[in-house]
């Protein structure tokens, strides 16, 4: 089994900064991609920002120039800075992770239970 553990949600105000976290742990061979998703209330979940193991991302383009993805391949942990956060940015954020649980295994999607972001003032 593979665990995404996600931390750093909070109430934030306009204008602030956050910093969310996405550690996965268990049987983790190796990661090919970890992303983060976000859904708002009412709303479909879409993807905020994206990043292959070797670095290359991707990224919403509500979000770029504001936030910024990274990983740490050695901690098998993501990362995602927001900062100048909006009000629309509240939503609830899911980490996912593509994964290899065994060398040669096709890889198999994961997602975390969520942490939430409420941007207000």
């Known amino acids: 089994q593979v665990q995404l553990a996600e931390s750093g949600g909070g109430l934030v105000q306009p204008g602030g900064s956050l910093r969310l976290s996405c550690a996965a742990s268990?049987?983790?061979?190796?990661?090919?991609?970890m992303a983060w998703f976000r859904q708002a209330p009412g709303k479909q979940r879409e993807l905020v920002a994206l990043?292959?193991?070797?670095?290359?991302?991707n990224y919403a383009d509500s979000v770029k120039g504001r936030f910024t993805i990274s990983r740490d391949n050695a901690k098998n942990t993501a990362y995602l800075q927001m900062n100048s956060l909006k009000p629309e940015d509240t939503a609830v954020y899911y980490c996912?992770?593509?994964?290899?649980?065994?060398?040669?295994?096709?890889?198999?999607?994961?997602w975390g239970q969520g942490t939430v972001v409420t941007v207000s003032s």
């Open positions: 996912n992770a593509g994964v290899r649980t065994a060398p040669g295994a096709a890889y198999s999607e994961h």
């Open positions: 990043i292959l193991k070797e670095g290359s991302t």
């Open positions: 268990g049987r983790v061979s190796s990661i090919i991609n």
